[in-house]
């Protein structure tokens, strides 16, 4: 609880501290079960700070209590902790790290949904495995993102491709993560070129992101107004700018707003060059 709050007032530091004193108690009483959850706590703690390289220590120091107290390499929480790795080997540029992180996380998940098809409610529940395939979708969404980071858009639509099929499937169409893929997917293919095809999604995510009111409605209408100017579709894109705008505007969100005004004037500036 006094964790929780230390997080919640914005106290890394008072955390941290806890977390350190947790940790001392918990090898004092050779109590496992808290030293992995404690260390995994650090290791988030450290994540969030942007504290990288402490980050990767503790959460391999929390999957080998895990594997060590006899875990599956195929468990969900060892594939978690593998996400979190790969994503700060991301986040530091070791691609070769990187990818294969979410490589072992993918194909892992992959063939252990395969194996449990078969597997009855009394082995297994409807929940249990529906969060697997989303576990799944969680990692093929970390995976694209990377790759279209690193210019390599066809095999980040592939990988995004089937995390929206996961989340259309599991969450349903109108679910927010659903329109987020489906405007990453979008973007996806716009940045190869596919502008017709981009349009599409792209117009489908906004409708269903203005039918929920959408919290990141702004930057999915941003994305629209960009699909259109590659279709030279520019008063429409205009429009959607605007749009775009009153509503980053209405979320209080600078950075958004910044980037929408931006872009809004270099589209007024390339139509009176016409």
Not at 66 to 93: H, R, V
Not at 211 to 217: D, G
Not at 221 to 236: D, M, V
Request: aromatic share 6%; net charge negative; charged share 25%.
């Amino acid at each position: 609880m006094k964790y929780n709050l230390s997080i919640m007032k914005d106290e890394p530091e008072e955390a941290e501290l806890i977390l350190h004193d947790a940790l001392r108690l918990a090898y004092q009483t050779d109590n496992k079960k808290a030293i992995t959850y404690t260390y995994d706590l650090m290791a988030n703690l450290a994540f969030i700070r942007g504290q990288l390289e402490n980050a990767e220590q503790l959460f391999k120091a929390t999957m080998s209590y895990l594997l060590g107290a006899g875990m599956k390499q195929e468990d969900n929480a060892i594939i978690e902790i593998s996400l979190k790795l790969a994503s700060i080997y991301a986040t530091q540029n070791r691609q070769e790290f990187a990818l294969a992180g979410y490589e072992f996380c993918i194909s892992t998940l992959e063939e252990k949904i395969e194996r449990e098809k078969e597997l009855g409610e009394d082995v297994m529940s409807v929940e249990e495995k529906a969060n697997t395939h989303l576990l799944l979708g969680m990692c093929l969404d970390a995976c694209a993102r990377y790759l279209l980071f690193s210019k390599q858009p066809s095999q980040a639509q592939r990988m995004y491709e089937k995390a929206l099929q996961i989340s259309e499937e599991i969450q349903g169409e109108r679910h927010p993560q659903t329109i987020v893929l489906m405007s990453d997917l979008a973007t996806t293919l716009d940045a190869q070129g596919h502008f017709d095809e981009a349009y599409v999604y792209m117009q489908r995510a906004s409708d269903l992101a203005r039918q929920i009111n959408h919290p990141e409605l702004h930057m999915v209408l941003s994305n629209l107004a960009a699909i259109l100017i590659h279709r030279e579709r520019y008063t429409q894109a205009k429009e959607i700018y605007q749009e775009a705008l009153k509503q980053a505007e209405l979320k209080r969100d600078e950075v958004s707003i910044q980037h929408i005004r931006e872009e809004l004037a270099e589209l007024l500036r390339k139509r009176s060059l016409t």
